[in-house]
């Protein structure tokens, strides 16, 4: 996720040498490096070491990777002791219909990230605002997706342009706080494909490095499940027919 090079076992190095000259190129590197590892270390590669940090393996040169709460400002891991600047709420910065700004405050996060030692900004967030009781719908850019996906590319080419990977959530469906891990979207596919889909579909042709899946179940394609386990929405659709190549 970073534009800088690595070499032979030290993927991830503070100190980067001559080696790959591209992520794309670094890829089979890197896949080589983490098949090589035994079942458990490969189990440990999806699981957290803390709230916002990835475990390390140094056998392989992998330093541990930071995240942290967007998209009002960079949380942090509340570690440092630091303040975090605190940016007006994306709904509010959305109704300037303003792209220019959003790439500002993208730079602005990419900065505050760096300050604050994160590697994966948790922002923007694309859901759409079509329910009243979104107890979070101020993190959301707007209720239509055409101006949701302009603002949301300009606002993640501008991070990510600063070597920061944005995650833009919580695809998909996610409208509504109440019980939000346990309900099901019930969303027809055209309805579906032109609305709640359209602003993932953008960021995603945009390049964005990395997705969150939603907290709540989709019913779509004869299957009921989760999102994180939503073979038709994730392998189908994201990875399939979009060709997304980052993490989810």
Same mark, same amino acid.
């Given at each position: ?19 790959? /000259? ?26 957290? /070491? ?5 475990? /390390?393996?140094? =056998? ?6 930071? #995240? ?26 959305? *109704? ?17 990230? @760096?300050?604050?030692? #994160? ?5 923007? $967030?694309? +859901? ?7 107890? @979070? ?12 996906? @302009? ?6 080419? =501008? ?5 920061? /990977? ?5 695809? #998909?469906? +996610? ?10 979207? @019930? ?39 989760? *999102? ?8 189908? $659709? ?11």
């Amino acid at each position: 996720m970073s534009s800088t090079t690595t070499a032979p076992g030290t993927l991830g190095s503070e100190e980067p040498t001559a080696g790959p /000259a591209t992520i794309a190129d670094a890829a089979p590197h890197a896949a080589a490096l983490a098949a090589s590892l035994p079942l458990d270390e490969k189990v440990l590669l999806l699981t957290g /070491a803390a709230m916002w940090t990835l475990r /390390a393996i140094p =056998a392989i040169g992998l330093r541990t990777m930071t #995240v942290s709460d967007g998209p009002i400002g960079v949380r942090g891991t509340g570690d440092d002791g630091e303040p975090s600047a605190q940016l007006p709420a994306p709904s509010a910065t959305a *109704a300037t219909w303003d792209v220019e700004l959003q790439a500002r405050l993208g730079a602005l996060m990419a900065a505050e990230a @760096r300050r604050k030692g #994160v590697d994966v900004v948790l922002a923007p $967030v694309v +859901n759409l605002q079509r329910s009243p009781v979104g107890g @979070r719908h101020f993190e959301c850019l707007s209720e239509d997706p055409l101006l949701t996906a @302009r603002l949301a590319v300009a606002f993640i080419s =501008a991070i990510q342009e600063q070597g920061i /990977a944005a995650c833009v959530k919580h695809f #998909v469906g +996610n409208e509504t706080e109440t019980d939000r891990t346990e309900y099901l979207s @019930r969303i027809d596919e055209q309805t579906l494909r032109e609305v709640y889909l359209a602003p993932f579909e953008a960021v995603v042709d945009a390049g964005v490095w990395t997705v969150m899946a939603a907290y709540n179940g989709l019913t779509r394609d004869g299957v009921d499940a989760t *999102a994180t386990a939503h073979g038709p929405l994730l392998n189908g $659709v994201l990875k399939g027919e979009w060709g997304f190549d980052g993490i989810v």
